[in-house]
């Protein structure tokens, strides 16, 4: 069992602050990521913009409030709009994250970890399934960036991460930057953890700028890839091939070009990683 | 080790969040890191979840974060308390503000700041209001000049009208200057995906309000009437409608 999802080749986020750059100078990345809070709208510009943009690229949709492994039952609304959204547009997939962001009726809007037990992983396989089954479609789950580790994980995030993807059958997001994140503040080896996910499962790469703090690293989405992440980029399209890949930047938001500039970026490093894999089996 | 259950957990990590107060419960089973104890790894989250929706916050609500500064904070703290998000869409996190504001502190040397903040919900809420195409000037040529007194608008729905006690629309423009009270009518309305208020004077406000209640064009020309000499209400109640018009504020003309 594997996911099987078309390769998009370098996508960006499709942010308010760039609607202009990317209606006036032509869809010149590859393929758009919109969070789909940010679409569940009744009218307005935010819509027109998507359907723009989507006449002519691929478009994904990131949601940030599935909250998969809250305790609560799943919100039927926002199911229904996600689902309501996903046909409109037709997104290449659908993605959220392995966290929770509720409790009781109370949404954090932040992406708080789980505990990797026994009992989480069979809370958050079931919840994948119900929203596989509300969607009608698989859909495809990011490691977040943690600043908590639980005394009583019995597993590594990878393990958990690799074990939900099998039992639902569902596709990775694989947030190198969240894991190079996580790998300073816990003190894992981020090598490790892209060897313990599993060929096939993973459906797009997301890239980011973090923040550090001295104690710990914050996943702040504000700054250019760091060339540590870079590093671990390489690695990971040296283990999985060729995956979708996306720049993640949403505060101290750079111009539209700049943005584009980090894109092309990853385009290169996947180019020249994958040319030195051929040559070396040559 | 210490354990819990998946759902105590996240209890104890939301009253964590909640209240700025690590929770004991949720601090028991958090891993100390050589630079950081446990208290000090949720403080990360707290920090984050606060700092986030305050930023929302601050983004619906420009002009009152303008007006209060540094005391914008202590609104929204107090705020998030009384009222967290009950939404998946941080969109609907302030949809209270303006309510909450009227009985907060910050108001009392500020009696036009709920209305300041009604205003920019206002705002937010037609920004994403259902489309609807405006009529054109052209599009109501052909109705002839006997059937004009039984022509009934209908309105875009992304509009709103904010009746106040402060003329707000004045205040929006200069946060920290001190109005004097006195009565507005605002409309706010989106036309080509741009949001716009203007105040309206006694005449329109009166006029739209006769539209506002489906009446046919012939009550809007009386509510006019009520202002003008009787010859010159019909040219007047014209002239609304062209601006109406122009504004892009009218979405449908018929007799029925």
């Excluded at chain 1, 758009?32 to 027109?48: D, K, T, V």
């Excluded at chain 1, 998507?50 to 998969?68: D, K, M, N, Q, Y």
């Excluded at chain 2, 309305?189 to 009446?215: K, L, N, Q, T």
Aim: net charge negative; with cysteine; hydrophobic share 45%.
């Amino acid at each position: 069992m594997a996911i099987s999802v078309p390769y998009l080749g370098h996508g960006v986020g499709l942010r308010p602050r760039h609607y202009p750059a990317i209606l006036a100078d032509g869809l010149r990345a590859d393929w758009f990521e919109a969070i789909s809070e940010n679409y569940m709208l009744r009218g307005g510009r935010p819509l027109h913009v998507l359907e723009r943009v989507r006449a002519e690229r691929p478009i994904v949709l990131h949601g940030v409030s599935l909250s998969l492994g809250a305790t609560d039952p799943l919100n039927a609304a926002y199911l229904t709009e996600l689902r309501a959204l996903a046909d409109r547009f037709a997104p290449a997939w659908v993605s959220d994250h392995l966290c929770w962001g509720s409790y009781g009726k109370h949404y954090a809007h932040d992406l708080l970890p789980l505990p990797y037990t026994d009992e989480a992983l069979d809370h958050v396989v079931g919840r994948v399934e119900q929203v596989q089954d509300a969607l009608g479609r698989q859909i495809v789950v990011e490691n977040v960036s943690s600043y908590v580790e639980f005394t009583h994980s019995t597993m590594p995030e990878w393990e958990f991460l690799a074990a939900v993807a099998a039992r639902a059958d569902c596709g990775i997001l694989l947030d190198v930057n969240n894991v190079y994140v996580s790998a300073m503040n816990h003190g894992f080896d981020a090598e490790r953890y892209l060897a313990g996910i599993p060929l096939g499962r993973v459906a797009q790469i997301h890239l980011a700028g973090h923040t550090d703090n001295g104690t710990h690293l914050l996943d702040t989405h504000d700054h250019p890839v760091r060339d540590e992440v870079w590093d671990l980029y390489r690695s990971a399209v040296a283990r999985f091939g060729r995956v979708s890949t996306l720049v993640e930047w949403d505060d101290r938001i750079p111009p539209f070009e700049d943005l584009l500039a980090e894109s092309e970026r990853a385009r290169a490093a996947e180019t020249e990683t994958l040319a030195h894999a051929v040559a070396r089996t040559a | 080790m210490p354990s819990l259950a998946l759902r105590d957990l996240q209890a104890s990590f939301w009253r964590s969040l909640h209240s700025g107060t690590a929770d004991p419960g949720l601090t028991g089973v958090v891993l100390p890191t050589p630079s950081l104890e446990p208290a000090a790894r949720v403080d990360i989250y707290q920090g984050m979840y606060f700092w986030r929706l305050h930023e929302v916050l601050r983004e619906d609500y420009p002009k009152t974060h303008e007006a209060l500064g540094g005391e914008f904070e202590t609104l929204a703290r107090d705020y998030l308390v009384a009222h967290p998000s009950e939404h998946p869409s941080v969109r609907h996190l302030g949809a209270r503000l303006p309510d909450f504001v009227e009985n907060h502190a910050v108001a009392r040397t500020r009696p036009w700041l709920a209305e300041l903040a009604r205003l920019e919900r206002a705002r937010v809420d037609v920004f994403d209001a259902p489309d609807a195409t405006p009529l054109a000037a052209t599009d109501l040529r052909a109705v002839p000049p006997e059937a004009w007194a039984d022509l009934r608008l209908g309105l875009i729905p992304a509009l709103d009208v904010l009746p106040s006690a402060w003329p707000v629309h004045e205040v929006w423009a200069a946060p920290t200057e001190q109005p004097a009270p006195r009565p507005v009518v605002l409309r706010v309305w989106r036309h080509d995906f741009v949001v716009f208020h203007a105040a309206m004077d006694a005449i329109e406000a009166d006029a739209f309000s006769a539209v506002r209640a489906g009446s046919p064009f012939g009550d809007v020309c009386e509510a006019v009437a009520a202002h003008v000499a009787s010859e010159t209400a019909p040219a007047e109640a014209g002239a609304l409608l062209v601006r109406w018009i122009e504004d892009g504020l009218v979405a449908r003309a018929g007799l029925t």
